[in-house]
C-alpha cells in the first residue's frame, strides 16, 4: 500500500515555483496562495501480501474407510494370506486365512488423518498380500494407487473395485495375478 503525507514546515516564499507530482496536471491544481505545502511521497515498499484460501492454508481432517471383502485366484495352493493395508505412515492388516487360495474377509479399516490438502492428496494407498507362516511372511503381490486418485472419483469411492495385482510392486512386464476386492472411500471430515 503506498501513500503520501504533507509536510507543514516546509513553506515557500515564492508564488511562481510551482510544486507539481507525478501526473498531475496544473488545470486540476487549486488556486492557492503563497504559503504552499509541499507533498513527499511514502518511499517505504509496501509488503507483497500474499493470500492462500484459508480452506487450503489451514490442515483438515480426512477420514479413509477401506473395506477388504475378498481375493481370489492368488498365486499358490493352501496359502495364509492376509492383506496389509499400508497408507503413508500408518498401517494395518486383516485376519490370516489359512490353507486358501481365495479368503473371504469383509474387514473394515478406518483411517483418520489432520493434514493439509495437497499432502494428504499425494499420499499413497498400498494393499499387500500376504503368505504369512509361522515366523515369516512373504509377499504374494501388491497394488498401490493415490489418495487423490480415489477421492476425484464420483462420491469420492471406488466401490467394490477389483483390483488385479501383480507380484514384485505391480511389474509391468508380469501378467496380473490374483484379484483383491475391496471399497475406499475418502471423505473430508466435518
Given at each position: ?75 499358490g ?38 493434514a ?19 515366523l ?55
Amino acid at each position: 500500500m503506498t501513500g503520501s503525507f504533507k509536510l507543514n514546515s516546509e513553506v515557500e516564499s515564492a508564488p511562481e515555483a510551482s510544486l507539481l507530482l507525478e501526473g498531475e496536471n496544473t488545470d486540476d491544481k487549486p488556486k492557492q496562495s503563497a504559503a504552499r505545502t509541499r507533498t513527499i511521497p511514502n518511499t517505504n515498499r509496501s509488503k507483497l501480501n500474499t493470500r492462500i484460501q484459508d480452506s487450503e492454508a489451514k490442515p483438515q481432517s480426512f477420514q479413509i474407510a477401506i473395506n477388504i471383502t475378498e481375493a481370489r485366484q492368488l498365486v499358490g495352493e493352501n496359502i495364509d494370506p492376509s492383506i496389509v493395508i499400508e497408507i503413508g505412515d500408518e498401517k494395518k492388516q486383516t485376519s490370516v486365512k489359512e490353507g486358501t487360495n481365495a479368503p473371504f474377509y469383509n474387514e473394515y479399516f478406518v483411517f483418520d488423518f489432520f493434514a493439509l490438502k495437497d499432502v494428504f492428496f499425494d499420499k499413497v494407498i498400498k494393499l499387500t498380500v500376504l503368505h504369512s507362516k509361522m515366523l515369516r511372511s512373504f509377499s504374494v503381490g501388491s497394488f498401490k494407487l493415490d489418495v487423490w486418485t480415489v477421492y476425484k472419483q464420483p462420491v469420492q469411492e471406488v466401490i467394490q473395485a477389483s483390483m488385479g495385482y501383480s507380484p514384485l510392486e505391480m511389474n509391468i512386464f508380469e501378467p496380473v495375478q490374483g484379484l483383491l476386492e475391496s471399497e475406499i472411500s475418502v471423505y473430508p471430515k466435518a
